[in-house]
């Protein structure tokens, strides 16, 4: 992901100097990225930094003397990502429209680098007596997956619990391409969150009244596998990528948001504020526009670059960083500073000496696979051709 990007600026065409009068190399065209929306990712995973290193640390150890704040708004932040991923992700598939090269892109981007930092956690735990929870085979492997808790086992790295719910979303979005479904998002949406609304208000009623049943685990599954309670969420994003791309009558596409924000709230089960959706939600839909100007700030275009591996390494490796600092004597609020500045150091470094050369060699290794299979099919397609020719 280039960082190096500048916005485009207005030009009088009709100024003609000398030097335009000289050969010149040709420029690259300009990326049409939005770096607002890049700075919302960084802004979500920086609240998860703020979240952890805060409210979860003191919650779970302790700090020896009091820090004086404590973020307890760590939820939002994933909130927030979720409409962006919805945004974001359908913003790319319906540009393209190609579903091989959607879902190729995304585990490429996201296999290898958390494959390495499920196997840096099985180190943590097995030889980090504060973590105190000895990895086995199978806990392992169903990490592995990015499905633990479909499974049934829980994340090592507790965060990736959204990466699960990424997943399923990214396979939802391609199957509705591929049945033709994105072609109708508003109708497709309202009949995706209908569902939600009735299996999420059954499940939880039927917990309610039946807590001991064995039915409970089974709708458990299916409410993980279907991601019920999120995906109205993503569907506030699509949505605004319909409306930002004038497809659709936009009264239409706005009740469709609507009642999808309602959805979420109405079988939500973390008790996220209605105002806080609106606001966020208004963030967004600005940014998407380009009208948020100050989020062009660099180093939160840097934090965007660099937030998915900030994501992975950030909580069991910075908690232990922390809390080493702290056992050392170190003041808890610049232990806090001190950490924070250490896992974005990390993982700094994780992107550009692991992430990203992984990424570009997977890259060039799908793209000749790719052209090789088409050019294989094309043949076995031209070879009939010749020979109906020939006779």
Not at 30 to 43: C, F, G, H, T, Y
Request: proline content about 6%; aromatic content about 14%.
């Amino acid at each position: 992901m280039p960082l190096n990007q500048r916005m485009p600026q207005k030009r009088d065409i009709y100024t003609l100097d000398m030097t335009q009068l000289l050969p010149t190399t040709p420029t690259k065209p300009k990326s049409k990225r939005i770096l607002e929306l890049d700075a919302i990712r960084a802004l979500s995973c920086l609240n998860l930094l703020l979240f952890h290193f805060t409210w979860v640390y003191e919650e779970k150890y302790g700090f020896s003397s009091p820090i004086g704040y404590k973020f307890p708004y760590g939820k939002y932040g994933v909130q927030l990502f979720f409409m962006l991923s919805g945004l974001v992700n359908a913003m790319t598939l319906l540009s393209k429209r190609d579903s091989a090269n959607f879902i190729s892109a995304r585990w490429i981007r996201i296999f290898p680098s958390y494959w390495i930092v499920i196997l840096m956690n099985v180190a943590l735990f097995a030889y980090i007596p504060m973590f105190n929870t000895p990895p086995t085979v199978d806990w392992t492997v169903a990490n592995l997956t990015t499905m633990p808790n479909l499974l049934g086992y829980e994340n090592m790295e507790p965060v990736t619990w959204t990466l699960q719910v990424e997943m399923l979303f990214y396979i939802f979005l391609m199957l509705l391409l591929i049945l033709g479904l994105l072609d109708k998002p508003v109708r497709t949406m309202m009949v995706a969150i209908s569902i939600c609304l009735i299996l999420g208000t059954t499940f939880t009623q039927f917990k309610v009244w039946y807590p001991q049943s064995d039915w409970n685990s089974t709708f458990y599954v299916i409410e993980e596998l279907l991601f019920i309670r999120t995906l109205p969420l993503f569907a506030m994003g699509i949505l605004l990528n319909e409306l930002r791309s004038k497809r659709g009558t936009p009264w239409v596409l706005w009740g469709g948001i609507v009642l999808s924000g309602i959805v979420y709230h109405a079988i939500d089960l973390r008790e996220h504020n209605p105002l806080a959706t609106i606001l966020m939600f208004g963030l967004l839909t600005a940014s998407a526009y380009g009208r948020v100007p100050m989020l062009r700030f660099q180093p939160l275009v840097y934090i965007s670059f660099i937030s998915y591996s900030l994501y992975l390494v950030h909580n069991n490796l910075g908690t232990l960083i922390m809390r080493q600092l702290e056992l050392a004597g170190c003041y808890p609020v610049l232990a806090f500073l001190l950490t924070i500045g250490a896992v974005i150091g990390i993982a700094a470094a994780f992107t550009h000496w692991l992430e990203q050369p992984l990424t570009k060699i997977l890259r060039k290794k799908w793209i000749s696979l790719r052209k090789r299979f088409e050019n294989r099919s094309n043949s076995q397609t031209a070879a009939p051709a010749k020979q109906s020719t020939s006779s």
